[in-house]
């Protein structure tokens, strides 16, 4: 399936939008009331991802680049990429929306790290994603979850 | 309430009762291995804290001493708590047990760091955790919520 993956502008409607996600959290209360308060633009750029049909927003996941310098989980130290809230709404499970928006951050060819809040083992699997091992202190209370680029060493620390 | 918390021992019987929480993850997982491996021994000290109800886990929490040197949450650095997992089993919630938890974390008197996996605004708003101003370099996916002891200045980044 060829699907259209679109970066997300902090708007008014995309914002209207993501109360239709289950994870709906402080990263898009602090969006809106930046928006209402002025403090960001209309159509600013967001970290959000996302896929329509027609003109509903039905799959989305927030994309983040880390700085090498805040690295803990690659080694060697590289910018790699936070992926998070991954979620398609529910009458568009299993049509491969959530597939096109993992492959497109693939397509970015750095490390990806990802923290599911959901069990969703085998989807991550199938995608290549592969368990740390766990570590207190780095790790806490996150199930870290990490892809490499083709040629990238896959040693994590 | 008067609740007696724990701290919990690594071993095949805690392990076996964390089964019955929903946050059942890597951390957990990792435990067990472990234990089977001989890596760790049998007893160990664990991050996790519970509640008895006689011999049956019906509370628990993780709760990590953050070193100074990671503070990205309080100002001025300090060693903090980072407290996740908190968790009561159906039957016994609304009964004060969380909050026993938490009262037993806060009396380290240390500032407190959580991340809610699940919706529960209002247990925290009413244990004194307050959201912190979203920043998406820090908090990423994350809905933090920091308490402060008495006296420490209530400044957060």
């Known amino acids: 399936m060829n699907y259209k993956v679109e970066k997300l502008k902090v708007n008014y409607k995309t914002l209207e939008e993501f109360k239709k996600f289950k994870e709906y959290g ?3 209360l602090s969006m809106l009331e930046d928006l209402e308060a002025n403090i960001i633009e209309n159509d600013s750029e967001s970290p ?3 896929i329509y049909f027609g003109d509903k927003l039905v799959a989305r996941m927030s994309l983040y680049q880390v700085d090498a310098k805040f690295n803990r989980y690659f080694e060697p130290a590289k910018d790699y990429l936070e ?3 991954l979620e398609v709404i529910p009458d568009y499970q299993h049509k491969g929306y959530g597939t096109a928006l993992v492959e497109f951050a693939k397509n970015k060819n750095l490390p990806i790290k990802t923290n599911p809040r ?3 083992k085998d ?4 995608m290549g994603f592969s368990s740390v091992t766990y570590n207190v202190e780095r790790d806490l209370g996150e199930n870290p979850l990490l892809w490499f680029p083709e040629g990238f060493s ?3 620390n």
């Open 123 to 126: 989807f991550w699997e199938k």
């Open 154 to 156: 896959e040693h994590s």
């Open 118 to 120: 959901v069990k969703s």
């Open 26 to 28: 402080l990263q898009e």
């Open 48 to 50: 959000f991802y996302g």
């Open 83 to 85: 992926l998070w809230k």
